[in-house]
């Protein structure tokens, strides 16, 4: 297992994440304990020491059988990880009576890693709102030694990000970031790496593999990337893009099955990261992906001719993001986020953005397709 050195702990370099564990009948909130118990069981043997749940993962049950799973091991023998679901709102007030009760789902004294959950547009400005007391609190456990490092996922933009480390960068050890070859240009993941570059903060990724749909790829591609690489699979081309980069001390996968486990692990035996010709090609592949994807270049022409004063860019951004996924939850928290006179919807239509897009991109009938598409979520 290929390992990463962090302060002074030795992580192993892929982690295992427990928000996708096995479950029974297909509900989410079914935890097949045995599965997941075979699966720790395997991690731990094959070098495996980095575990990551969170208090709303399998529908508040990953903590208490991810707990029970690593409790038939030497606490001195894992690093354990969790979060403060900052997601939800209504538990910005809560962070001791979470934080308590999330030591006693998981069965141990302390934490080894714990993170302020999910900063993004829709809580950036609570989790900044002193009232909470969120980061007195966090700070003093980990004074007190029930939490050994502390620092945050987030899924927001990097403006959300530079206001989240403004304020707290000076003791986050670590960010946690969706971080994938797709995701590099198309969520501006590079951008937010050379972020945290600036704070001194390490990278630990999250999606490598985009929710699994870089695990496969349209057969052009994929017999691109295999006549330079014979014997490597698509997945691992996600993983080795991630072993490229120096910023990176953690790899979390959420594997939802044995199989996926041990494929994972053969990757991480060895490191082989992409040289410049291997680069370019996946770069070429991430084209493919994303063609379709209106060819937005932010220049912001199109907002000094809008009426209703749209940031359009924003709003393409998140288009293009919503109609890739297929739905999912991004788009849909940042547009919540902007008011509605703001919002796709308030578009009228008048075709005076189109008249200066140097793209030449229809931004009115993308406005009214994307309000479609929110609507029918709803």
């Known amino acids: 297992m290929v390992t990463r050195e962090f302060q002074d702990m030795k992580l192993s370099a892929l982690g295992f994440g427990a928000m996708r564990l096995p479950v029974l009948d297909g509900d989410n909130a079914k935890i097949d304990v045995e599965a997941t118990e075979k699966m720790v069981d395997y991690a731990m043997e094959q070098g495996i020491n980095y575990y990551d749940t969170a208090w709303g993962y399998h529908e508040g049950n990953s903590e208490t059988v991810m707990g029970k799973a690593l409790s038939r ?8 990880a969790t979060k403060f679901p900052g997601y939800d709102l209504s538990n910005m007030p809560k962070v001791e009576e979470i934080f308590e009760k999330q030591l006693e789902k998981c069965g141990v004294e302390y934490f080894d890693f714990y993170l302020v959950h999910n900063v993004c547009e829709m809580n950036i400005d609570a989790y900044l709102d002193e009232k909470y007391g969120i980061d007195t609190y966090l700070t003093k456990q980990k004074e007190n030694g029930r939490i050994r490092h502390l620092g945050f996922s987030a899924h927001g933009s990097c403006e959300v990000m ?8 000076d003791h986050m050890e670590f960010c946690q970031i969706q971080l994938n070859y797709l995701d590099w240009s198309f969520q501006d993941a590079e951008g937010k790496v050379k972020l945290l570059e600036e704070y001194g903060i390490p990278v ?4 490598p593999l985009r929710g699994g749909r870089l695990a496969k790829l349209p057969k052009k591609d994929e017999a691109r990337l295999t006549e330079l690489r014979p014997d490597e699979k698509v997945p691992a081309w996600a993983f080795r893009f991630i072993q490229t980069l120096p910023q990176v001390k953690m790899v979390l ?3 939802s099955d044995f199989e996926q486990l041990q494929e994972n692990i053969k990757t991480f035996e060895t490191e082989k ?10 770069l070429l ?23 209703m004063g749209l940031d359009i860019p924003t709003l393409i951004s998140m288009y293009n993001e919503h109609c890739f996924t297929g739905g999912g939850f991004l788009a849909p928290m940042v547009i919540a986020t902007i008011p509605e006179e703001k919002r796709p919807t308030a578009c009228v239509g008048c075709r005076s953005c189109e008249k200066v897009c140097p793209q030449g991109i229809r931004i009115s009938e993308a ?3 994307f309000a479609g598409r929110l609507q029918g979520d709803q």
């Open 73 to 80: 091991y030497p606490r001195d023998s894992f690093y354990l």
């Open 162 to 169: 530079r206001r989240f480390l403004e304020k707290y960068g």
């Open 204 to 207: 630990w990724v999250m999606e």
């Open 253 to 255: 996968s959420g594997m």
């Open 273 to 282: 990261p992409l040289n410049e010709r291997e680069m370019q090609e996946l």
């Open 285 to 307: 592949v991430v084209k493919d992906l994303l063609d379709g994807s209106l060819p937005c270049t932010a220049c912001k022409y199109c907002t000094s001719h809008c009426p």
């Open 367 to 369: 406005m009214k397709d």
